[in-house]
C-alpha cells in the first residue's frame, strides 16, 4: 500500500516537473521570438513621435492620423508611450510565462498574441500538446484534493465515527476554502494592485477560472502602475489550482444533476410500477366478482325450480 502510493506520488512529481518544464521552454522560446519584435516596434513608435514633432510645427491631418493610427496598432500589440519611452514588459521572460499559461488553459485573453510568423507556428505546435498536458495536470491536481478530502473524512468517521455528517462536512469545508481561495480573496489582491473594484476583481476571477476569458480585464495591463515582479507568476500558480478547483466543483454539479435525473426517472418508474400493480389487483378484483356471479348462475341452473 504504501509503495503504491509513494509510486504515485512519483508519478505525480514526475508530470508536475514535465509541466512546468514544457512551460519554462515555451516561455523561453517565446521570449527569445517576441522580444526582439517588441523592441523594434517601440524603436519605431518613439522614432515615429520624435520625427513627426520635428518635421511638423503645426500638425496636419494626415500626419496626426498616421500617428493615431500608429498609436492604436501599437496599444493593441502592448505598446504605449509614457513620455520619451514606450512601454515594455509584454513579452518578458515573465510576461513570455504568462502568455504560455494563457494559452494552454484555453483562456486566451486576446489581449496578447504572437505578431512573428514563426512565434504563431510556434504557439500552434505549443498549444497542440500543450493542452492535453495541461488537462491531464489539471485531472491529477483534481484527484489529488478529491483524494484529500476523502482522507479526511475517512479520518473524521474514525476519531469520531461519524459516516454520512463526516463526508458532508470535509466536502462543505473543501467547497468554502476553496471559495475563500480561488474566488473571494483574489479580488482584494487585484483591489490593491490594479485598482480595481471587488466587483471586478470577483468578474474578472470566474471569468479567468472558467476559461472564458473575454479579455475586458486582464491584470498588468495599466501603464500608469508598477506591477511586484512575483505578480505574474502567482497569478499563473492560482490560476492553474483555481481551475483544478473549479472543474471538480462543476463535476460534483454534474454528479448532483445527474443523480437527481435518475432519482426522477426511478421515481416515474416505480410510480408507473405501483399504478400498474393497482390496475393488476382490480383486474383481479373484478375477475374474481365474475367467477363469483358465474358461479352462482351455475348453481342456480343445476339446482332447477322447485
Not at 516537473?17 to 522560446?29: F, N, P, Q
Not at 471586478?200 to 479567468?208: D, N, Q
Request: glycine share 8%; with cysteine.
Amino acid at each position: 500500500m504504501c509503495w503504491a502510493g509513494a509510486m504515485s506520488g512519483s508519478r505525480t512529481a514526475l508530470l508536475l516537473l514535465a509541466y512546468l518544464g514544457y512551460l519554462l521552454l515555451g516561455s523561453a522560446a517565446f521570449w527569445a521570438l517576441e522580444g526582439p519584435a517588441e523592441r523594434d516596434a517601440a524603436r519605431r513608435l518613439l522614432q515615429g513621435k520624435w520625427d513627426l514633432l520635428g518635421n511638423y510645427t503645426c500638425l496636419q491631418g494626415p500626419a496626426l492620423e498616421h500617428l493615431i493610427q500608429g498609436i492604436i496598432q501599437a496599444y493593441k500589440s502592448g505598446l504605449t508611450l509614457q513620455g520619451n519611452t514606450t512601454s515594455l514588459g509584454r513579452w518578458d521572460f515573465v510576461g513570455s510565462f504568462f502568455f504560455s499559461i494563457s494559452a494552454i488553459t484555453t483562456i486566451g485573453y486576446g489581449n496578447l498574441s504572437p505578431t512573428t510568423a514563426i512565434a504563431r507556428i510556434l504557439c500552434i505546435v505549443f498549444a497542440l500538446f500543450g493542452i492535453p498536458l495541461n488537462l491531464v495536470v489539471l485531472n491529477r491536481i483534481g484527484q489529488l484534493m478529491l483524494s484529500g478530502v476523502h482522507k479526511c473524512a475517512r479520518h473524521l468517521q474514525e476519531k469520531f465515527h461519524w459516516k454520512k455528517a463526516a463526508t458532508l462536512l470535509t466536502r462543505t469545508c473543501a467547497l468554502v476554502t476553496g471559495l475563500l481561495l480561488f474566488l473571494l480573496l483574489p479580488p482584494l489582491l487585484f483591489s490593491a494592485i490594479e485598482g480595481w473594484t471587488y466587483e471586478e476583481g470577483f468578474y474578472y476571477s470566474f471569468i479567468t477560472l472558467s476559461t472564458i476569458g473575454f479579455g475586458d480585464y486582464v491584470i498588468g495591463m495599466n501603464p500608469d502602475r508598477t506591477y511586484p515582479a512575483w505578480y505574474k507568476n502567482v497569478i499563473s500558480l492560482w490560476i492553474l489550482f483555481g481551475m483544478a478547483w473549479l472543474a471538480l466543483v462543476i463535476n460534483i454539479c454534474i454528479n448532483v444533476l445527474e443523480n437527481s435525473n435518475d432519482l426522477c426517472q426511478c421515481c416515474k418508474k416505480k410510480k408507473k410500477e405501483v399504478e400498474q400493480d393497482l390496475r393488476d389487483s382490480n383486474k383481479s378484483s373484478t375477475l374474481g366478482l365474475d367467477d363469483v356471479e358465474s358461479c352462482t348462475t351455475k348453481d342456480t341452473k343445476s339446482k332447477g325450480p322447485d
